[in-house]
């Protein structure tokens, strides 16, 4: 969790950055503009990337801190009130979520792609995954017993690491194939 929040906070700071370059100059050349499909500026001028009037960027710098925060506090020993577990995985399954429908708007509707968009969408789903996991073992997400029992077959199985890995590696994939050579033209 800590790395990926760290690394999030970092992609969502580099995008704000970006976002107030193309609010000074919207022809503004940014730095992850290499080509046609890997094109930041492409991306950031899509209205989908704006929620409630500014950049998608902003919650990154206001949530990725936190997610480091309770990373570092955990790895501190602290354990935290089973309420604020089950309301930190469902703000950050809404996270992934929206991670997943800006991947989708990007690929299938923009037709180009954001590097530090794309390190947000990896970094969300592999803090979910770990969330998730912390969440299922600890018994902190007032589960039944019958699907805590089966949530807990499924981690302690490391099904939910299976799931990550081919998560990870359809989208890889699925970029490959959609744009195949023209990543690098």
Same mark, same amino acid.
């Given at each position: 969790m800590l790395i990926g929040g760290l690394l999030s906070l970092l992609a969502s700071f580099v995008l704000s950055v970006e976002a107030f370059q193309l609010l000074k100059n919207p022809d503004a050349a940014l730095s992850c503009s290499v080509n046609a499909i890997i094109n930041c500026a492409s991306v950031a001028k899509h209205p989908s990337a704006e929620l409630l009037g500014f950049p998608n960027s902003f919650f990154g710098l206001i949530a990725e801190p936190i997610v480091a925060t309770v990373a570092v506090a955990g790895l501190a020993g602290v354990k935290f009130p089973r309420w604020f577990m089950a309301t930190a995985q469902v703000f950050y399954t809404l996270g992934f979520l929206f991670a997943y429908y800006l991947l989708y708007t990007s690929v299938f509707v923009i037709g180009a792609l954001c590097p530090w968009c794309l390190l947000v969408t990896l970094t969300t789903t592999l803090v979910f995954f770990s969330l998730t996991r912390y969440n299922?073992?600890?018994?902190? =997400?007032? =589960?039944?017993?019958h699907a805590s029992k089966k949530a807990n077959a499924f981690i302690s199985k490391d099904y939910d690491k299976f799931l990550l890995a081919s998560i990870i590696v359809l989208i890889i994939a699925g970029i490959i194939v959609k744009y195949g050579s023209d990543l690098f033209a």
């Open positions: 299922i073992r600890e018994d902190n =997400l007032w =589960l039944s017993k």
